[in-house]
C-alpha cells in the first residue's frame, strides 16, 4: 500500500522560505524517481521477508512520499498501513536531547551542571555519576553502564525498571569508566535525563516533551511512551529468524522510567517532520547555536574504524554516499526503525520495520543512495536530456527476471540506469546505459566484469509494452509482473 502526499511545485518554498532549496529541476528529479524507491522498498521487503515496511521521504518543505507495504500483524494478516504506529526506540534520544538544550537555552539548566544537582539520590548514594555533567550523558561519555547487570526487560524478560529500580542499578555497578574516558552508549545514563528533565522543568518527563516538542510540531502521530488507549493501531512486534524462520509475535509494553532513552512510538511520515525541525535555519524547536552543539560530533563510535559514525548530543552523524547525515535508529523488541537527514539540504528519510531482524538501516541509507542518483548529473555524453536520440528513455525502464537474477532498468533524473535490487545497496554493480536505437540501449559504463560496451535489446508489443528484455550478457530476461509467496 502507498500513499503520497500532494508533491509541492518544483523549487516552490514550502515552509521556512530560509532553508536551502533544491533547485527546481532537482525536486522535478526527485519527484519523479519516488515511484522507483517504492517499488524498490516493495521488493526488499519482499526479498527479506520482513513482515511490513513502512517509509517516508520530506524534501522541498513536505512528505513527498509515505509508503506502507507488507503487513502489521502476520498472525491476524493486518496490511499495513501509512498510520500504524511504530515504537521508535531510540530515536526518543533525540527528543531527550532536544528537551535538555531547549532548557539551556531558558536559563533553566546548563550542560556543564553535574547530574546529582537534579538527582540526588546520586549525591546520597557517593555514586561517580553524580558528578557527571548533562553535557557528558548527551553524548555518551560519562561511562555509564549500558542497559545493567540484567538488560532481558530487553527481551521481555522482566518488566522494563521504574525510577527506583534505574536508580538501584544505577547506584550498583552504574559506573563503567571514567567520565570522558570514551564514547560509552549507554541507555542508562539516557534514562537518566528523563530525570532531569522532569526535576528541571517542574513535570513529568512525559508532560514536558509532549507539549514542547510534540505538539508544537503537530505529531499526531507520536508520543513519548506506549499508550494503551491506542494499542489497535500499534504494528505488531515479530521476533528474528535467528534460529527458526517462523516468526513470534511480540507484545509492547511500557518502558517505564526508560522512556526518555527508548518510549517513544511515531510514523515514518511524523519523523520526517520532525527531522525537517532540524534542518538548517528552522528555529521552530532549537536556535541556530543549539542545532549545532546537537550535531556536532563528539565521539566517534569506534576509533579504530575511520568510516564508523559519531554521536553529537543526542543525534548520530554519519556518511551515506555523498551526504554528511544526522538522525538516529532505534531497536525495540520487535521493531527496528532508523531515520537521517541533510540539514542542509533538506532532505530526511525514515523507514519503520517490525521485526528484531528489520533492516531499517540498509533500506533507509537504499532511499538515500537512490535519491542521491536521481538529483546528480549524468556522465557527459550519457544525460537522458541530451542523448535519447528521439526516444523516449522511459520506455525501456523496468524491473526484469531470468535464472540468473533480476535487473532494474530505471530512469531517475537524467540517469537512465541497470540496478540490482537483489543486494542491500541499491547503486553497487550499477551499469550507466545511453539510448542508442528504438530497440537498443548501450551498457555505456559499469562493471568490466559485465557487458560493457555491448547492447541491451528490447521487445515491444502493439501498444508499445516491453515482451522481453536481452539483457547483459545477451541473456533473455521477462518483465516482472508480481511477487509469489
Given amino acids: ?87 521508535i526506540a531510540s530515536h526518543s534520544k533525540t527528543f531527550t536531547a532536544t528537551a535538555v538544550l531547549q532548557l539551556v537555552e531558558r536559563g533553566v539548566v546548563r550542560l556543564d551542571d553535574p547530574v546529582g544537582r537534579y538527582v540526588p539520590r546520586l549525591v546520597e548514594g557517593g555514586s561517580r555519576l553524580a558528578d557527571a555533567t548533562l ?14 547487570l540484567d538488560g532481558d526487560y530487553w527481551q521481555h524478560g522482566r518488566p522494563f525498571p521504574d ?10 555497578h552504574g559506573d563503567k569508566a571514567a567520565a570522558g574516558a570514551g564514547f560509552n552508549y549507554s541507555n542508562l545514563g539516557y534514562s537518566l535525563l528523563g530525570l532531569v528533565v522532569a526535576a528541571a522543568s517542574g513535570r513529568t518527563y512525559g508532560e514536558y516533551v509532549t507539549e514542547s516538542i510534540v505538539e508544537r510540531l503537530g505529531l499526531s502521530n507520536t508520543g513519548p511512551e506506549w499508550d494503551p488507549a491506542r494499542a489497535a ?54 536556535g ?22 559519531h554521536y553529537g548530543l543526542g543525534f548520530v552523524i554519519d556518511r551515506v554516499g555523498g551526504h554528511r547525515v544526522v538522525g538516529h535508529s532505534g531497536g525495540y523488541p520487535g521493531h527496528i526503525t532508523r531515520t537521517l537527514f541533510d540539514p542542509a539540504l533538506g532532505l530526511a528519510v525514515s523507514v519503520m520495520t517490525n521485526a528484531v531482524d528489520g533492516p531499517a538501516t540498509p533500506l533507509s541509507s537504499g532511499v538515500l543512495r537512490l535519491l542521491d542518483l536521481a538529483r546528480e548529473a549524468a556522465p557527459t555524453g550519457l544525460a537522458t536530456r541530451a542523448s535519447s536520440v528521439g526516444f523516449d528513455p522511459a520506455r525501456f525502464t523496468g524491473r526484469f ?42 551498457i555505456a559504463q559499469g562493471d568490466g566484469f559485465g557487458s560493457v560496451g555491448e547492447t541491451m ?29
Fill in 1 to 87: 500500500m502507498t500513499t503520497a502526499s500532494a508533491p509541492t511545485e518544483p523549487g516552490s518554498a514550502a515552509t521556512d522560505p530560509t532553508a536551502p532549496a533544491l533547485t527546481g529541476r532537482q525536486v522535478a528529479d526527485l519527484q519523479a524517481a519516488l515511484p522507483y524507491v517504492d517499488g524498490w522498498l516493495a521488493y526488499r521487503r519482499w526479498r527479506e521477508r520482513v513482515p511490513g515496511v513502512q517509509a517516508a521521504v520530506w524534501f522541498d518543505g513536505a512528505v513527498q512520499l509515505a509508503t506502507a507495504h507488507g503487513l502489521a500483524d502476520e498472525e491476524a494478516r493486518v496490511p499495513l498501513t501509512t498510520e500504524h504506529l511504530f515504537r
Fill in 135 to 148: 553535557r557528558e550523558l548527551l553524548e555518551h561519555g560519562a561511562g555509564v553502564i549500558r542497559d545493567g
Fill in 163 to 172: 525510577e527506583d529500580e534505574l536508580l538501584e542499578m544505577l547506584l550498583d
Fill in 233 to 286: 493501531e500499534y504494528a505488531a512486534g515479530h521476533s528474528g529468524r535467528h534460529v527458526s524462520q517462523t516468526r513470534v509475535r511480540l507484545d509492547h509494553v511500557d518502558t517505564r522510567a526508560m522512556a526518555a532513552a527508548t518510549g517513544f512510538y511515531g510514523t515514518a511520515s511524523d519523523l520526517v517532520t520532525y527531522a525537517s525541525a532540524h534542518f538548517d535555519g528552522d528555529d521552530r524547536l532549537l
Fill in 288 to 309: 541556530e547555536h543549539s542545532r549545532r552543539l546537537a550535531q556536532r560530533e563528539a565521539w566517534q563510535s569506534d576509533a579504530s574504524q575511520p568510516s564508523s559514525p
Fill in 401 to 442: 527476471a531470468g535464472e540468473f537474477g533480476i535487473v532494474d532498468v530505471a530512469l531517475l533524473g537524467e540517469n537512465l540506469v541497470a540496478l540490482h535490487p537483489s543486494g542491500p545497496d541499491p547503486v553497487e554493480g550499477l551499469e550507466r546505459l545511453r539510448v542508442v536505437g528504438p530497440h537498443e540501449v548501450l
Fill in 457 to 485: 535489446r528490447y521487445e515491444f508489443d502493439a501498444d508499445g509494452e516491453v515482451t522481453l528484455l536481452r539483457g547483459s550478457g545477451g541473456l533473455s530476461m521477462r518483465p516482472v509482473t508480481g511477487l509469489e509467496g
